[in-house]
């Protein structure tokens, strides 16, 4: 299973979790006001925004806190001032990791971050390091269980995705960020209600796990999550069928 699909279902999860403690609505409003400032408050006009109310929908963010944060990033309301910053590195095993942050301390930020690469086996590279390996695509992840592959493909391909594949129990679609609103639109048309809806940095290349690496990269990639001031962790880890079957039983 390709780490970004992996690591995204896991953060489907967590996502629930977090969405019950207001922390993940947090980081959230973040990102849709960080959206509306740069490209307007218009989800038909500006793709970045039309991505992060997705997913603040997606783990039920009330409406009036969407449209908030949309009105903070306009200017139509007050709000607090984010920088975005990306940060690389390289995980155990080699893995490359890209950090995404929205922080109003870069003092606070930056040597926390790398703490937490340090803590976990892992190294802060410097900006480009790893950035070359990944590129930006959109993901959307439907639970297999949902809807048969042939119709879902129709639906997808049709609206412009460049892949269908199944990646353990979910279906994985990727297209290119232009085709991310007509596909995301063709889902909503046909009631295919996707876990993961996102703009993603996607790898190029991965590289493959055993199960110690795995279960230290996957540390690495929660307790980068788990940062108030990141948005988004992407990794090129691959991990195979039988390592995923033993990280499941233990």
């Not at 489907?12 to 959230?28: I, P």
């Not at 930020?109 to 900006?127: D, M, Q």
Request: aromatic fraction near 4%; hydrophobic fraction near 40%.
């Amino acid at each position: 299973m390709s780490g970004h699909s992996h690591w995204a279902g896991i953060k489907h999860k967590k996502a629930l979790v977090d969405a019950k403690r207001g922390k993940l609505w947090s980081k959230l409003s973040k990102a849709i006001i960080v959206a509306a400032k740069a490209g307007g408050g218009d989800l038909d006009m500006n793709l970045r925004l039309r991505a992060a109310v997705d997913a603040a929908k997606a783990v039920s963010m009330p409406k009036d806190n969407i449209s908030r944060a949309i009105k903070k990033g306009t200017g139509e309301l007050d709000g607090s001032s984010f920088e975005e910053v990306i940060y690389e590195g390289y995980g155990p095993n080699g893995v490359a990791v890209l950090c995404e942050c929205l922080t109003d301390n870069l003092n606070r930020t930056a040597p926390e971050i790398r703490k937490l690469f340090e803590v976990s086996g892992g190294k802060l590279g410097k900006g480009g390091c790893v950035a070359w390996l990944f590129e930006k695509k959109g993901l959307f992840l439907v639970p297999a269980d949902k809807i048969d592959e042939d119709a879902l493909m129709e639906v997808a391909l049709e609206a412009g995705a460049d892949d269908v594949r199944t990646s353990g129990d979910k279906f994985e679609i990727t297209c290119e960020v232009s085709a991310y609103q007509a596909v995301s639109e063709a889902l909503a048309a046909a009631d295919i209600q996707p876990e993961v809806s996102e703009l993603s940095l996607i790898p190029k290349e991965t590289v493959d796990l055993d199960v110690d690496a795995a279960e230290k990269v996957l540390k690495l990639m929660e307790r980068l999550d788990d940062h108030d001031d990141v948005q988004n962790v992407s990794a090129n880890f691959n991990i195979p069928d039988d390592v995923m079957a033993q990280l499941d039983a233990g």
